[in-house]
Protein backbone atom coordinates (compact mmCIF):
# COMPACT_ATOMS: atom_id res chain seq x y z
CA UNK A 1 0.00 0.00 0.00
CA UNK A 2 1.45 2.74 -0.85
CA UNK A 3 1.03 6.92 1.05
CA UNK A 4 -2.08 8.38 -0.17
CA UNK A 5 -1.05 12.19 -0.15
CA UNK A 6 -3.66 14.06 1.62
CA UNK A 7 -4.15 16.65 3.80
CA UNK A 8 -7.10 17.78 6.29
CA UNK A 9 -6.94 21.13 5.84
CA UNK A 10 -9.95 22.17 8.38
CA UNK A 11 -12.06 20.28 11.04
CA UNK A 12 -15.52 21.64 12.73
CA UNK A 13 -17.88 19.98 15.42
CA UNK A 14 -21.26 20.93 16.84
CA UNK A 15 -23.04 19.35 19.95
CA UNK A 16 -26.53 19.13 20.42
CA UNK A 17 -28.59 21.63 23.08
CA UNK A 18 -30.07 19.42 25.48
CA UNK A 19 -27.04 18.38 28.09
CA UNK A 20 -27.84 15.36 30.70
CA UNK A 21 -25.66 14.10 33.21
CA UNK A 22 -25.97 10.00 34.45
CA UNK A 23 -23.78 9.41 37.21
CA UNK A 24 -21.24 12.29 36.50
CA UNK A 25 -21.15 11.45 32.74
CA UNK A 26 -22.83 13.96 30.67
CA UNK A 27 -24.45 13.67 27.42
CA UNK A 28 -25.84 15.77 24.96
CA UNK A 29 -29.22 15.47 22.93
CA UNK A 30 -31.39 17.39 20.78
CA UNK A 31 -33.73 19.91 21.51
CA UNK A 32 -37.57 20.14 20.75
CA UNK A 33 -37.21 22.14 17.11
CA UNK A 34 -33.33 21.03 16.49
CA UNK A 35 -32.38 17.92 14.00
CA UNK A 36 -29.46 16.71 13.03
CA UNK A 37 -28.97 18.78 9.71
CA UNK A 38 -28.63 21.37 12.21
CA UNK A 39 -25.45 20.32 13.61
CA UNK A 40 -24.23 18.88 10.58
CA UNK A 41 -24.62 22.28 9.12
CA UNK A 42 -22.69 24.11 12.02
CA UNK A 43 -20.09 21.45 11.66
CA UNK A 44 -19.56 21.36 8.06
CA UNK A 45 -19.50 25.43 8.16
CA UNK A 46 -17.18 25.35 10.66
CA UNK A 47 -14.95 22.90 8.92
CA UNK A 48 -14.74 25.27 5.37
CA UNK A 49 -13.94 27.96 7.64
CA UNK A 50 -10.79 25.95 9.06
CA UNK A 51 -9.77 25.35 5.82
CA UNK A 52 -9.96 28.53 4.83
CA UNK A 53 -12.26 27.29 2.06
CA UNK A 54 -15.80 28.13 0.38
CA UNK A 55 -18.22 25.20 -0.39
CA UNK A 56 -17.76 26.01 -3.57
CA UNK A 57 -13.87 24.78 -3.67
CA UNK A 58 -15.31 21.26 -2.52
CA UNK A 59 -15.63 19.27 -5.12
CA UNK A 60 -17.27 16.25 -3.25
CA UNK A 61 -19.29 15.68 -0.34
CA UNK A 62 -19.69 12.88 1.96
CA UNK A 63 -21.93 11.78 4.58
CA UNK A 64 -19.82 8.82 6.65
CA UNK A 65 -23.05 8.19 9.16
CA UNK A 66 -24.28 5.24 10.66
CA UNK A 67 -28.25 5.73 10.64
CA UNK A 68 -30.00 7.07 7.33
CA UNK A 69 -31.73 10.72 8.16
CA UNK A 70 -34.81 9.34 5.81
CA UNK A 71 -34.81 6.23 3.81
CA UNK A 72 -34.69 8.02 0.50
CA UNK A 73 -32.40 10.24 -0.01
CA UNK A 74 -29.47 9.36 1.12
CA UNK A 75 -28.35 12.08 4.05
CA UNK A 76 -25.70 13.72 1.91
CA UNK A 77 -28.51 14.77 -0.43
CA UNK A 78 -30.04 16.25 2.18
CA UNK A 79 -26.98 18.02 3.82
CA UNK A 80 -26.13 19.34 0.17
CA UNK A 81 -29.77 20.85 0.49
CA UNK A 82 -28.21 22.70 3.65
CA UNK A 83 -25.04 24.05 2.35
CA UNK A 84 -24.92 23.28 -1.04
CA UNK A 85 -27.88 24.10 -2.83
CA UNK A 86 -27.99 25.55 -6.46
CA UNK A 87 -24.56 23.93 -6.37
CA UNK A 88 -23.65 20.45 -8.60
CA UNK A 89 -21.49 19.54 -6.20
CA UNK A 90 -21.62 15.09 -6.07
CA UNK A 91 -22.69 13.86 -2.59
CA UNK A 92 -22.66 10.03 -1.05
CA UNK A 93 -23.22 8.26 1.93
CA UNK A 94 -20.25 5.88 2.93
CA UNK A 95 -21.65 3.76 6.13
CA UNK A 96 -19.61 1.22 8.15
CA UNK A 97 -21.48 2.47 11.46
CA UNK A 98 -19.91 4.32 14.00
CA UNK A 99 -16.65 4.05 12.14
CA UNK A 100 -17.64 5.57 9.24
CA UNK A 101 -15.88 8.55 9.12
CA UNK A 102 -12.20 6.42 9.14
CA UNK A 103 -13.43 4.25 5.98
CA UNK A 104 -14.76 7.69 4.59
CA UNK A 105 -10.90 8.53 5.03
CA UNK A 106 -9.74 5.76 3.80
CA UNK A 107 -11.72 5.66 0.43
CA UNK A 108 -12.11 9.45 0.25
CA UNK A 109 -7.93 9.42 -0.03
CA UNK A 110 -7.82 6.67 -2.94
CA UNK A 111 -10.08 8.86 -4.99
CA UNK A 112 -7.68 11.70 -4.38
CA UNK A 113 -4.86 9.64 -5.18
CA UNK A 114 -6.61 8.76 -8.03
CA UNK A 115 -6.80 12.09 -9.64
CA UNK A 116 -10.87 11.83 -9.13
CA UNK A 117 -11.38 14.24 -6.74
CA UNK A 118 -9.36 16.93 -5.05
CA UNK A 119 -11.62 18.44 -2.16
CA UNK A 120 -13.31 16.49 -0.10
CA UNK A 121 -16.14 17.39 2.67
CA UNK A 122 -16.87 14.81 5.43
CA UNK A 123 -19.52 15.13 8.00
CA UNK A 124 -20.19 12.71 10.35
CA UNK A 125 -22.94 12.47 12.76
CA UNK A 126 -26.28 10.55 14.24
CA UNK A 127 -29.65 10.89 15.91
CA UNK A 128 -29.08 8.59 18.47
CA UNK A 129 -31.46 9.89 20.79
CA UNK A 130 -34.27 8.89 17.99
CA UNK A 131 -33.99 5.24 19.12
CA UNK A 132 -32.79 4.93 22.05
CA UNK A 133 -34.93 2.38 24.73
CA UNK A 134 -35.25 3.95 28.31
CA UNK A 135 -35.44 0.31 29.40
CA UNK A 136 -32.01 -0.27 28.27
CA UNK A 137 -30.21 1.61 30.80
CA UNK A 138 -26.54 0.70 29.45
CA UNK A 139 -27.04 2.25 25.92
CA UNK A 140 -29.55 4.63 27.08
CA UNK A 141 -27.46 6.45 28.92
CA UNK A 142 -24.29 6.31 26.88
CA UNK A 143 -24.90 8.23 23.55
CA UNK A 144 -25.20 11.58 22.53
CA UNK A 145 -26.15 13.42 19.25
CA UNK A 146 -23.28 15.43 17.58
CA UNK A 147 -21.87 16.08 14.26
CA UNK A 148 -18.31 16.17 12.99
CA UNK A 149 -16.90 17.50 9.99
CA UNK A 150 -13.62 17.34 8.05
CA UNK A 151 -12.06 18.93 4.77
CA UNK A 152 -9.45 16.45 3.14
CA UNK A 153 -7.40 17.77 0.33
CA UNK A 154 -4.55 16.53 -1.84
CA UNK A 155 -1.43 17.34 -0.57
CA UNK A 156 1.78 18.88 -1.95
CA UNK A 157 4.43 17.07 -3.26
CA UNK A 158 6.29 18.80 -0.56
CA UNK A 159 4.08 18.62 2.10
CA UNK A 160 4.48 16.05 5.04
CA UNK A 161 0.57 14.67 5.52
CA UNK A 162 -0.63 11.60 4.40
CA UNK A 163 -2.59 8.81 4.85
CA UNK A 164 0.29 5.83 5.64
CA UNK A 165 -1.75 2.70 6.29
CA UNK A 166 -5.47 1.96 6.45
CA UNK A 167 -7.30 -1.38 7.04
CA UNK A 168 -10.44 -2.95 8.06
CA UNK A 169 -12.12 -5.89 9.21
CA UNK A 170 -16.15 -7.19 9.38
CA UNK A 171 -16.55 -9.93 11.96
CA UNK A 172 -20.15 -10.44 11.40
CA UNK A 173 -20.46 -13.19 13.86
CA UNK A 174 -21.54 -9.97 15.23
CA UNK A 175 -24.25 -8.80 13.10
CA UNK A 176 -26.92 -8.47 15.44
CA UNK A 177 -25.07 -7.56 18.89
CA UNK A 178 -25.59 -3.85 17.86
CA UNK A 179 -28.78 -3.16 16.18
CA UNK A 180 -31.92 -1.45 15.11
CA UNK A 181 -34.13 -3.81 13.69
CA UNK A 182 -37.18 -1.98 12.73
CA UNK A 183 -38.24 1.08 10.82
CA UNK A 184 -36.57 0.00 7.65
CA UNK A 185 -36.80 -2.69 4.60
CA UNK A 186 -36.47 -5.73 7.04
CA UNK A 187 -39.41 -4.32 9.30
CA UNK A 188 -40.98 -1.61 8.20
CA UNK A 189 -42.46 0.93 10.15
CA UNK A 190 -46.06 0.09 9.52
CA UNK A 191 -45.50 -3.66 10.82
CA UNK A 192 -44.92 -1.88 14.60
CA UNK A 193 -47.61 -3.42 17.15
CA UNK A 194 -47.48 -3.38 20.58
CA UNK A 195 -45.26 -6.84 20.72
CA UNK A 196 -42.42 -5.80 18.30
CA UNK A 197 -42.60 -2.21 19.63
CA UNK A 198 -38.93 -2.98 21.18
CA UNK A 199 -37.64 -4.11 18.03
CA UNK A 200 -37.44 -0.60 16.60
CA UNK A 201 -35.12 0.94 19.57
CA UNK A 202 -31.34 0.38 19.66
CA UNK A 203 -30.63 -2.79 21.03
CA UNK A 204 -26.92 -3.44 22.26
CA UNK A 205 -25.75 -6.74 23.83
CA UNK A 206 -22.70 -5.07 25.52
CA UNK A 207 -21.16 -8.25 27.04
CA UNK A 208 -21.68 -9.85 23.06
CA UNK A 209 -19.40 -7.25 22.01
CA UNK A 210 -16.89 -7.01 24.66
CA UNK A 211 -16.15 -10.79 24.32
CA UNK A 212 -15.25 -10.59 20.17
CA UNK A 213 -14.04 -7.86 20.83
CA UNK A 214 -10.81 -9.14 23.46
CA UNK A 215 -10.76 -12.15 20.95
CA UNK A 216 -10.16 -10.15 17.76
CA UNK A 217 -8.84 -7.13 18.46
CA UNK A 218 -5.57 -7.37 20.01
CA UNK A 219 -4.45 -9.65 16.92
CA UNK A 220 -5.92 -7.33 14.38
CA UNK A 221 -4.21 -4.62 15.81
CA UNK A 222 -0.86 -6.44 16.24
CA UNK A 223 -1.38 -6.92 12.34
CA UNK A 224 -1.67 -3.50 11.64
CA UNK A 225 0.85 -1.99 13.86
CA UNK A 226 3.29 -4.95 12.25
CA UNK A 227 1.72 -4.24 9.14
CA UNK A 228 2.56 -0.40 8.74
CA UNK A 229 5.74 -0.57 10.12
CA UNK A 230 5.17 1.83 13.13
CA UNK A 231 6.34 1.53 17.23
CA UNK A 232 3.55 2.20 19.47
CA UNK A 233 6.09 5.27 20.86
CA UNK A 234 6.44 6.59 17.40
CA UNK A 235 2.71 7.27 17.60
CA UNK A 236 2.18 10.74 18.79
CA UNK A 237 -1.66 10.12 19.65
CA UNK A 238 -4.31 7.29 19.40
CA UNK A 239 -7.99 8.63 18.72
CA UNK A 240 -9.99 5.40 19.24
CA UNK A 241 -13.75 5.56 18.75
CA UNK A 242 -15.11 6.29 22.64
CA UNK A 243 -17.42 3.26 22.49
CA UNK A 244 -18.22 3.21 26.00
CA UNK A 245 -16.82 3.57 29.84
CA UNK A 246 -15.04 0.11 28.82
CA UNK A 247 -12.16 1.99 26.81
CA UNK A 248 -9.70 2.75 29.39
CA UNK A 249 -10.41 -1.03 29.93
CA UNK A 250 -9.62 -2.25 26.70
CA UNK A 251 -7.07 0.21 24.91
CA UNK A 252 -4.37 -0.89 27.77
CA UNK A 253 -5.19 -4.40 26.60
CA UNK A 254 -4.17 -2.87 22.95
CA UNK A 255 -1.18 -2.10 23.94
CA UNK A 256 -1.53 1.63 24.71
CA UNK A 257 -1.77 2.79 28.23
CA UNK A 258 -3.47 5.77 29.65
CA UNK A 259 -1.83 9.01 28.48
CA UNK A 260 -1.54 7.81 24.77
CA UNK A 261 -5.22 7.72 23.68
CA UNK A 262 -7.84 10.36 23.84
CA UNK A 263 -10.39 9.38 26.07
CA UNK A 264 -13.86 11.41 26.27
CA UNK A 265 -16.33 9.00 27.17
CA UNK A 266 -17.25 10.99 30.60
CA UNK A 267 -17.44 14.31 28.86
CA UNK A 268 -19.50 12.79 25.75
CA UNK A 269 -20.23 9.39 25.34
CA UNK A 270 -20.41 7.68 22.35
CA UNK A 271 -21.54 10.21 19.74
CA UNK A 272 -21.71 7.20 17.13
CA UNK A 273 -20.15 8.15 13.74
CA UNK A 274 -19.09 11.36 15.10
CA UNK A 275 -16.93 10.13 18.25
CA UNK A 276 -13.72 9.72 15.75
CA UNK A 277 -14.03 12.98 14.09
CA UNK A 278 -15.15 15.08 16.99
CA UNK A 279 -12.34 13.91 19.14
CA UNK A 280 -9.35 13.99 16.27
CA UNK A 281 -11.05 17.72 15.91
CA UNK A 282 -10.53 18.46 19.54
CA UNK A 283 -7.54 17.05 20.14
CA UNK A 284 -5.86 19.37 16.74
CA UNK A 285 -7.47 22.56 18.57
CA UNK A 286 -5.91 21.51 22.09
CA UNK A 287 -2.14 21.17 20.26
CA UNK A 288 -1.93 17.64 20.76
CA UNK A 289 -1.44 16.45 17.17
CA UNK A 290 0.59 18.87 15.14
CA UNK A 291 1.61 18.44 11.62
CA UNK A 292 3.44 16.09 10.88
CA UNK A 293 3.07 14.39 13.27
CA UNK A 294 1.36 10.83 12.92
CA UNK A 295 -1.61 9.47 14.66
CA UNK A 296 -3.72 6.56 14.50
CA UNK A 297 -7.60 6.30 14.11
CA UNK A 298 -9.09 2.99 15.37
CA UNK A 299 -12.85 1.67 16.30
CA UNK A 300 -15.40 -0.80 16.42
CA UNK A 301 -18.37 -0.52 14.90
CA UNK A 302 -22.20 -2.60 14.67
CA UNK A 303 -21.12 -5.54 12.19
CA UNK A 304 -18.92 -5.91 14.33
CA UNK A 305 -16.85 -3.87 12.32
CA UNK A 306 -12.93 -2.70 13.10
CA UNK A 307 -11.09 0.28 11.40
CA UNK A 308 -7.24 1.16 11.78
CA UNK A 309 -5.77 3.93 9.84
CA UNK A 310 -2.44 5.50 10.46
CA UNK A 311 -2.08 9.33 9.12
CA UNK A 312 0.48 11.59 9.50
CA UNK A 313 -1.02 15.20 9.77
CA UNK B 1 -8.01 11.88 -14.86
CA UNK B 2 -6.50 8.72 -15.57
CA UNK B 3 -7.57 4.90 -16.93
CA UNK B 4 -8.32 3.14 -13.66
CA UNK B 5 -7.51 -0.30 -15.09
CA UNK B 6 -10.18 -2.93 -13.34
CA UNK B 7 -12.51 -5.46 -14.79
CA UNK B 8 -15.82 -6.70 -14.26
CA UNK B 9 -14.93 -10.21 -13.71
CA UNK B 10 -18.55 -11.47 -13.78
CA UNK B 11 -22.26 -10.60 -12.91
CA UNK B 12 -25.16 -12.47 -10.97
CA UNK B 13 -28.93 -11.32 -10.64
CA UNK B 14 -31.90 -12.36 -8.52
CA UNK B 15 -35.42 -11.47 -9.16
CA UNK B 16 -38.10 -11.64 -6.43
CA UNK B 17 -40.69 -14.53 -6.42
CA UNK B 18 -44.16 -12.81 -6.77
CA UNK B 19 -44.59 -11.72 -10.62
CA UNK B 20 -47.52 -9.17 -11.10
CA UNK B 21 -48.77 -7.51 -14.54
CA UNK B 22 -49.72 -3.37 -14.83
CA UNK B 23 -50.91 -2.43 -18.11
CA UNK B 24 -48.93 -4.93 -19.71
CA UNK B 25 -45.40 -3.61 -17.84
CA UNK B 26 -44.45 -6.65 -15.50
CA UNK B 27 -43.19 -5.90 -11.87
CA UNK B 28 -41.99 -8.52 -9.74
CA UNK B 29 -42.32 -8.14 -5.76
CA UNK B 30 -40.99 -10.42 -2.95
CA UNK B 31 -43.38 -13.08 -2.02
CA UNK B 32 -44.36 -13.94 1.16
CA UNK B 33 -41.27 -15.58 3.53
CA UNK B 34 -38.78 -13.92 1.21
CA UNK B 35 -36.47 -10.79 2.01
CA UNK B 36 -33.97 -8.57 0.20
CA UNK B 37 -31.20 -10.71 1.78
CA UNK B 38 -32.26 -13.88 -0.03
CA UNK B 39 -31.83 -12.55 -3.56
CA UNK B 40 -28.58 -10.33 -2.58
CA UNK B 41 -27.37 -13.86 -1.63
CA UNK B 42 -28.14 -15.58 -4.83
CA UNK B 43 -26.92 -12.37 -7.01
CA UNK B 44 -23.58 -12.64 -5.14
CA UNK B 45 -23.50 -16.08 -5.48
CA UNK B 46 -23.61 -16.05 -9.05
CA UNK B 47 -21.39 -13.30 -9.67
CA UNK B 48 -18.57 -15.12 -7.95
CA UNK B 49 -19.36 -18.16 -10.06
CA UNK B 50 -19.42 -16.35 -13.16
CA UNK B 51 -15.71 -14.58 -12.13
CA UNK B 52 -14.73 -18.47 -10.95
CA UNK B 53 -14.03 -17.07 -7.60
CA UNK B 54 -14.92 -18.29 -3.92
CA UNK B 55 -15.97 -15.73 -1.28
CA UNK B 56 -12.58 -15.70 0.08
CA UNK B 57 -10.87 -14.60 -2.96
CA UNK B 58 -12.52 -11.53 -2.52
CA UNK B 59 -10.87 -8.65 -0.04
CA UNK B 60 -13.64 -6.28 0.18
CA UNK B 61 -17.75 -6.32 0.15
CA UNK B 62 -19.76 -3.36 -1.02
CA UNK B 63 -23.10 -3.23 -0.52
CA UNK B 64 -24.40 -0.15 -3.23
CA UNK B 65 -28.22 0.11 -2.21
CA UNK B 66 -30.81 2.95 -2.33
CA UNK B 67 -32.14 2.01 1.11
CA UNK B 68 -31.41 0.76 4.72
CA UNK B 69 -32.50 -2.81 5.46
CA UNK B 70 -31.91 -1.84 9.24
CA UNK B 71 -30.69 1.82 10.46
CA UNK B 72 -28.18 -0.63 11.86
CA UNK B 73 -25.87 -2.22 11.04
CA UNK B 74 -24.99 -1.36 7.17
CA UNK B 75 -26.47 -3.36 4.53
CA UNK B 76 -23.38 -5.01 3.86
CA UNK B 77 -23.06 -6.32 7.56
CA UNK B 78 -26.34 -8.56 7.07
CA UNK B 79 -24.77 -9.87 3.76
CA UNK B 80 -21.70 -10.62 5.07
CA UNK B 81 -23.09 -13.01 7.52
CA UNK B 82 -25.35 -15.08 4.92
CA UNK B 83 -22.28 -15.16 2.80
CA UNK B 84 -18.79 -14.69 4.03
CA UNK B 85 -19.39 -15.41 8.25
CA UNK B 86 -16.34 -16.77 9.59
CA UNK B 87 -14.19 -14.43 7.37
CA UNK B 88 -12.58 -11.51 7.99
CA UNK B 89 -13.44 -9.46 5.07
CA UNK B 90 -14.01 -5.51 5.53
CA UNK B 91 -17.61 -4.69 4.72
CA UNK B 92 -19.17 -1.07 3.34
CA UNK B 93 -22.39 0.66 1.77
CA UNK B 94 -21.90 3.14 -0.56
CA UNK B 95 -25.30 5.02 -1.62
CA UNK B 96 -26.19 7.39 -3.81
CA UNK B 97 -29.65 5.86 -3.72
CA UNK B 98 -30.70 4.72 -7.66
CA UNK B 99 -26.93 5.32 -9.11
CA UNK B 100 -25.64 3.75 -5.96
CA UNK B 101 -23.84 0.79 -8.44
CA UNK B 102 -22.41 3.37 -10.82
CA UNK B 103 -20.98 4.99 -7.81
CA UNK B 104 -19.30 2.47 -5.92
CA UNK B 105 -17.84 1.48 -9.59
CA UNK B 106 -16.06 4.98 -9.38
CA UNK B 107 -14.97 4.56 -5.63
CA UNK B 108 -13.94 0.87 -5.74
CA UNK B 109 -12.03 1.14 -9.22
CA UNK B 110 -9.88 4.42 -7.43
CA UNK B 111 -9.54 2.37 -4.51
CA UNK B 112 -8.44 -0.90 -6.69
CA UNK B 113 -6.05 1.88 -8.65
CA UNK B 114 -4.72 3.63 -5.16
CA UNK B 115 -3.44 -0.34 -4.31
CA UNK B 116 -5.94 -0.46 -1.43
CA UNK B 117 -8.47 -3.76 -2.48
CA UNK B 118 -7.83 -5.62 -5.66
CA UNK B 119 -10.92 -7.84 -6.28
CA UNK B 120 -14.51 -6.10 -4.53
CA UNK B 121 -17.96 -7.82 -4.59
CA UNK B 122 -20.46 -4.92 -5.09
CA UNK B 123 -24.30 -6.11 -4.67
CA UNK B 124 -27.21 -3.87 -5.25
CA UNK B 125 -30.66 -4.61 -4.77
CA UNK B 126 -33.58 -2.64 -3.04
CA UNK B 127 -37.17 -3.65 -1.26
CA UNK B 128 -38.88 -1.04 -3.33
CA UNK B 129 -42.20 -3.25 -2.27
CA UNK B 130 -41.75 -2.53 1.41
CA UNK B 131 -42.78 1.39 1.04
CA UNK B 132 -45.11 1.38 -2.03
CA UNK B 133 -48.04 3.28 -1.22
CA UNK B 134 -51.37 2.02 -2.95
CA UNK B 135 -52.86 5.44 -3.69
CA UNK B 136 -49.92 6.68 -5.79
CA UNK B 137 -50.47 4.30 -8.69
CA UNK B 138 -47.63 5.67 -10.68
CA UNK B 139 -44.86 4.71 -8.77
CA UNK B 140 -46.90 1.33 -7.11
CA UNK B 141 -46.92 -0.09 -10.47
CA UNK B 142 -43.51 1.27 -11.56
CA UNK B 143 -40.90 -0.76 -9.05
CA UNK B 144 -39.60 -4.77 -9.21
CA UNK B 145 -37.49 -5.93 -6.14
CA UNK B 146 -34.49 -7.83 -7.40
CA UNK B 147 -31.01 -7.47 -6.52
CA UNK B 148 -27.88 -7.49 -8.95
CA UNK B 149 -23.94 -8.56 -8.61
CA UNK B 150 -20.62 -7.96 -9.50
CA UNK B 151 -16.83 -9.10 -9.05
CA UNK B 152 -14.82 -5.87 -10.53
CA UNK B 153 -10.76 -7.14 -9.98
CA UNK B 154 -8.37 -5.02 -11.15
CA UNK B 155 -6.62 -5.42 -14.39
CA UNK B 156 -3.50 -6.59 -16.04
CA UNK B 157 -1.66 -4.36 -17.93
CA UNK B 158 -2.20 -6.76 -21.23
CA UNK B 159 -6.56 -6.36 -20.52
CA UNK B 160 -8.11 -3.71 -21.98
CA UNK B 161 -10.86 -3.45 -19.10
CA UNK B 162 -10.64 -0.32 -17.70
CA UNK B 163 -12.51 2.85 -16.11
CA UNK B 164 -11.53 5.65 -18.55
CA UNK B 165 -14.14 8.40 -17.49
CA UNK B 166 -16.60 9.25 -14.22
CA UNK B 167 -18.48 11.86 -13.06
CA UNK B 168 -21.35 12.81 -10.37
CA UNK B 169 -23.41 15.50 -10.08
CA UNK B 170 -25.85 16.27 -7.13
CA UNK B 171 -28.95 19.26 -7.76
CA UNK B 172 -30.37 19.55 -4.30
CA UNK B 173 -33.07 21.56 -5.82
CA UNK B 174 -34.54 18.49 -6.08
CA UNK B 175 -33.67 16.62 -2.41
CA UNK B 176 -37.43 15.71 -1.70
CA UNK B 177 -39.03 15.12 -5.05
CA UNK B 178 -38.46 11.76 -4.51
CA UNK B 179 -38.92 10.74 -0.81
CA UNK B 180 -39.22 8.02 1.78
CA UNK B 181 -39.70 10.94 4.89
CA UNK B 182 -40.49 8.25 7.58
CA UNK B 183 -38.92 5.54 9.46
CA UNK B 184 -35.47 6.95 10.48
CA UNK B 185 -33.94 9.51 12.40
CA UNK B 186 -35.94 12.69 11.12
CA UNK B 187 -39.72 11.21 11.32
CA UNK B 188 -38.81 7.52 13.62
CA UNK B 189 -41.31 4.72 13.68
CA UNK B 190 -42.43 5.99 16.87
CA UNK B 191 -43.49 9.22 15.28
CA UNK B 192 -46.42 7.29 13.06
CA UNK B 193 -50.01 8.37 13.19
CA UNK B 194 -52.61 8.41 11.20
CA UNK B 195 -52.63 12.11 9.99
CA UNK B 196 -48.70 11.47 8.74
CA UNK B 197 -48.97 7.81 7.68
CA UNK B 198 -48.63 8.87 4.27
CA UNK B 199 -44.77 9.99 5.27
CA UNK B 200 -43.49 6.75 5.48
CA UNK B 201 -44.53 5.69 1.50
CA UNK B 202 -42.32 6.22 -0.76
CA UNK B 203 -43.09 9.70 -2.53
CA UNK B 204 -42.49 10.54 -6.04
CA UNK B 205 -43.19 13.80 -7.69
CA UNK B 206 -42.92 12.38 -11.16
CA UNK B 207 -43.13 15.50 -13.07
CA UNK B 208 -41.20 17.76 -11.12
CA UNK B 209 -38.15 15.06 -11.42
CA UNK B 210 -38.69 15.17 -15.20
CA UNK B 211 -38.77 18.92 -14.87
CA UNK B 212 -35.06 19.39 -13.26
CA UNK B 213 -33.97 16.45 -15.44
CA UNK B 214 -34.65 18.22 -18.73
CA UNK B 215 -33.20 21.28 -17.77
CA UNK B 216 -29.74 19.40 -16.07
CA UNK B 217 -29.34 16.22 -17.93
CA UNK B 218 -28.65 17.23 -21.36
CA UNK B 219 -25.80 19.77 -20.51
CA UNK B 220 -24.33 17.29 -17.77
CA UNK B 221 -24.40 14.39 -20.47
CA UNK B 222 -23.28 16.95 -23.22
CA UNK B 223 -19.86 17.53 -21.05
CA UNK B 224 -19.47 14.13 -20.27
CA UNK B 225 -19.02 12.78 -23.74
CA UNK B 226 -16.99 15.87 -24.27
CA UNK B 227 -14.76 15.50 -21.61
CA UNK B 228 -14.27 11.63 -21.87
CA UNK B 229 -13.40 12.60 -25.90
CA UNK B 230 -15.82 9.94 -27.07
CA UNK B 231 -17.99 10.25 -29.69
CA UNK B 232 -21.73 9.10 -29.59
CA UNK B 233 -20.88 6.01 -32.48
CA UNK B 234 -18.26 4.83 -31.01
CA UNK B 235 -20.20 3.50 -27.87
CA UNK B 236 -21.23 -0.06 -27.65
CA UNK B 237 -24.65 0.12 -25.75
CA UNK B 238 -25.66 3.11 -22.62
CA UNK B 239 -26.83 0.97 -19.95
CA UNK B 240 -29.74 3.67 -18.27
CA UNK B 241 -31.32 3.53 -14.89
CA UNK B 242 -34.70 1.78 -15.77
CA UNK B 243 -35.80 4.50 -14.06
CA UNK B 244 -39.30 4.82 -15.71
CA UNK B 245 -41.83 4.23 -18.86
CA UNK B 246 -40.33 7.82 -19.77
CA UNK B 247 -37.02 6.51 -20.58
CA UNK B 248 -37.73 6.12 -24.06
CA UNK B 249 -38.70 9.67 -24.92
CA UNK B 250 -35.78 11.05 -22.53
CA UNK B 251 -32.94 9.42 -24.08
CA UNK B 252 -33.30 10.20 -27.60
CA UNK B 253 -33.77 13.98 -25.99
CA UNK B 254 -29.81 12.97 -24.80
CA UNK B 255 -28.58 11.85 -28.43
CA UNK B 256 -29.30 8.07 -27.84
CA UNK B 257 -32.10 7.28 -30.35
CA UNK B 258 -34.00 3.77 -29.96
CA UNK B 259 -31.53 0.77 -30.28
CA UNK B 260 -28.59 2.13 -28.88
CA UNK B 261 -29.67 2.18 -25.63
CA UNK B 262 -30.76 -0.90 -23.23
CA UNK B 263 -34.82 -0.65 -22.39
CA UNK B 264 -35.99 -3.14 -20.25
CA UNK B 265 -38.88 -1.04 -18.17
CA UNK B 266 -41.30 -3.11 -19.58
CA UNK B 267 -40.18 -6.55 -18.54
CA UNK B 268 -38.47 -5.58 -15.23
CA UNK B 269 -39.82 -1.29 -14.01
CA UNK B 270 -37.23 0.45 -11.89
CA UNK B 271 -35.42 -1.99 -9.28
CA UNK B 272 -34.16 1.05 -7.90
CA UNK B 273 -30.15 0.42 -7.28
CA UNK B 274 -30.40 -2.99 -8.91
CA UNK B 275 -31.60 -1.33 -12.20
CA UNK B 276 -28.34 -0.76 -13.94
CA UNK B 277 -26.21 -3.66 -12.37
CA UNK B 278 -29.06 -5.70 -13.37
CA UNK B 279 -28.95 -4.44 -16.96
CA UNK B 280 -25.71 -4.58 -17.29
CA UNK B 281 -25.43 -8.25 -16.67
CA UNK B 282 -28.02 -9.22 -19.08
CA UNK B 283 -26.46 -7.67 -21.04
CA UNK B 284 -23.19 -8.91 -21.22
CA UNK B 285 -25.31 -12.65 -21.11
CA UNK B 286 -27.22 -11.41 -24.29
CA UNK B 287 -23.51 -10.44 -25.87
CA UNK B 288 -24.88 -6.78 -26.88
CA UNK B 289 -21.69 -5.89 -24.84
CA UNK B 290 -17.87 -7.83 -25.38
CA UNK B 291 -14.79 -8.02 -24.05
CA UNK B 292 -12.87 -4.48 -24.91
CA UNK B 293 -15.58 -2.53 -26.23
CA UNK B 294 -16.89 1.21 -24.59
CA UNK B 295 -20.14 0.93 -23.07
CA UNK B 296 -21.30 4.07 -20.70
CA UNK B 297 -23.45 3.72 -17.03
CA UNK B 298 -25.85 6.29 -16.89
CA UNK B 299 -28.71 7.33 -14.58
CA UNK B 300 -30.04 9.89 -12.33
CA UNK B 301 -31.02 8.99 -8.39
CA UNK B 302 -33.15 10.80 -5.56
CA UNK B 303 -31.21 13.56 -4.54
CA UNK B 304 -31.41 14.67 -7.05
CA UNK B 305 -28.63 12.86 -8.45
CA UNK B 306 -27.00 11.77 -11.76
CA UNK B 307 -23.86 9.95 -12.68
CA UNK B 308 -22.11 8.92 -15.77
CA UNK B 309 -19.43 6.50 -16.26
CA UNK B 310 -17.90 4.74 -19.37
CA UNK B 311 -16.07 1.95 -19.02
CA UNK B 312 -13.94 -0.74 -21.17
CA UNK B 313 -15.26 -3.75 -20.88
Not at 74 to 88: F, Q, T, V
Request: glycine share 8%.
Amino acid sequence: MRDRRVKIAGMGRALAGERLEFDGQTRYRLQAGETLLDLEERAAREALETAGMAIEDIDCMVCAAATPLQAIPCNAALLHERIAKGLEIPAMDINTTCTSFITALDVMSCMIEAGRYERVLIVSGDTASAALNPNQKESFELFSDASAACVLVKAGEEEGAAILYSRQRTWSEGAHDTEIRGGCGLLTAFCMNEENREDYYFDMKGKKILKLCAKNLPPFIHACMEEAGIDRSEVRLVIPHQASRALSVIMPRLGFPKGTYFDRVERYGNMVSASVPYALSEAIDEGLIRRGEPAILIGTAAGLTSNFLLLRY
